[in-house]
């Protein structure tokens, strides 16, 4: 069967990765990419046995596109690393990029209880998935944290953002492309430990206004 490789973008994520990283099923590789952390990401991971890259340069964006060149599979999967997702749920995502039935894949996150998702990041997700929609012309649900696609068709796209708009370029990039883009809905849980990016309103507030000017520049 072909490999699959779960890049897992990493910023002082160590109390998370043990959970994340027991939950994927073997038979995936785990590559993590430490964005610049203090804490003992890192270490743990190499004693889980997941390879390591650093990013040293700051961003989500940046620590996905240092990943997708480190990756050494044809298939790979983004996944956040924070715990709220379930690494057993993996095949959902995967299975149609694997079998040509989707060119990407999103898991549109479904939480499991109102902590999982607290109102402002709901309503910019919404607000979001609306004008992505509209921009691409597809109905888009979520962002999604797990999107997986073949790893050479996502470097050709030739993101630029590497921020958090990244995930959003990459939609609109694909779509723009061509692509068949797929969702399929996952598990959302409380997040271990408190996001650097929208763990408050303000940050997700600044996560939209990147988001849109990646939109608007593509």
């Known amino acids: 069967m072909e490999s699959v490789q779960v890049v897992l973008p990493c910023l002082n994520e160590a109390a998370a990765l043990p959970t994340v990283l ?19 990401t890192a ?3 190499r004693e889980f046995g997941a390879a390591v890259v650093s990013c040293p340069t700051r961003g989500y964006g940046a620590a996905c596109h240092a990943g997708l060149q480190a990756a050494t599979c044809d298939v790979v999967v983004l996944m956040d690393a924070d715990g709220s997702l379930d690494g057993g749920q993996l095949p959902r995502v995967v299975d149609p990029v694997r079998d040509g039935r989707a060119d990407l894949m999103i898991g549109s996150r479904r939480p499991v209880d109102h902590a999982a998702w607290p109102w402002w990041l ?8 609306r004008e992505l929609s509209i921009r691409t012309g597809q109905r888009i649900r979520d962002l999604g944290p797990m999107r997986a696609a073949r790893r050479e068709r996502l470097l050709s796209l030739g ?8 995930p959003a370029e990459t939609v609109v990039a694909a779509a723009d492309a061509g692509w068949w883009i797929g969702q ?4 959302y849980r409380p997040r271990i430990g408190r996001s650097k ?8 507030f600044r996560a939209v206004r990147d988001l849109r000017a990646v939109m608007a520049a593509r």
Do not use: H
């Not at 990016?197 to 997700?204: D, F, K, R």
């Open 43 to 45: 270490e743990v991971a």
């Open 159 to 166: 993101l630029q953002d590497r921020r958090s708009g990244y």
């Open 197 to 204: 990016v929208t763990g408050t309103p303000m940050g997700a």
């Open 122 to 129: 709901r309503l910019a997700n919404a607000e979001l998935a």
């Open 22 to 40: 027991a939950s994927i099923p073997s038979g995936y590789r785990v590559l993590v990419v430490d964005n610049g952390s203090v804490d003992a």
């Open 184 to 187: 399929v809905e996952v598990d």
